[in-house]
């Protein structure tokens, strides 16, 4: 009898936590946001892909500037992390090729309005301001916490939500062209 006892609960589910994340997802279209990390340091981009994934999202790391921008051009991205203290092509300067859309640089195919959120070691309210101002839509400081990342994937996932109460048809997908 105390085999079959064991046999019997190791075939149970393991019961799931009682408070759940809610998942950025259920802010978008019905998908899961696609996020694009750019960070050169492995554990630390490993680390935030982790923390994404359990929000969620899908999501694509590149381990330089130059990699992500290639990135942009063959994907189309929800958001965008960068670390800006990178070597080779600096941030603001990716950032601006990005937004500006210069001819014969590069042929984006991520919408020039995707939200691009500044990854930094560590600052202050001071600092995330300098990083706004220089064109990115927000910053994280380092080390990355779940409630932190949550609270800005909502803020900046939100505008993609389907239009199903807006349109009365209740479809959940974006007009053509993709541009909600």
Known sequence: AGSLARRVGAALPTPLPTSLPVEPRALGRGIAPHVLVVEDNVVQSETTARLLRRLGCRVTMASGMLEGLHAMCATQFDLVLMETHMPGIRAPEALSWLRDRPQ????????????????????????????????????????????????????????????AEADGMGTGRAPAGGEV
């Open 104 to 163: 014969g640089a590069f042929k984006f195919v991520s919408m020039r309005a995707a939200p691009v959120v500044a990854l930094a070691a560590q600052g202050t309210h001071a600092d995330a301001e300098s990083f706004r101002e220089l064109g990115f839509d927000d910053c994280l400081f380092k080390p990355l916490r779940h409630p932190q990342v949550q609270a800005m994937l909502t803020k900046h996932l939100r505008l993609q939500a389907p239009l």
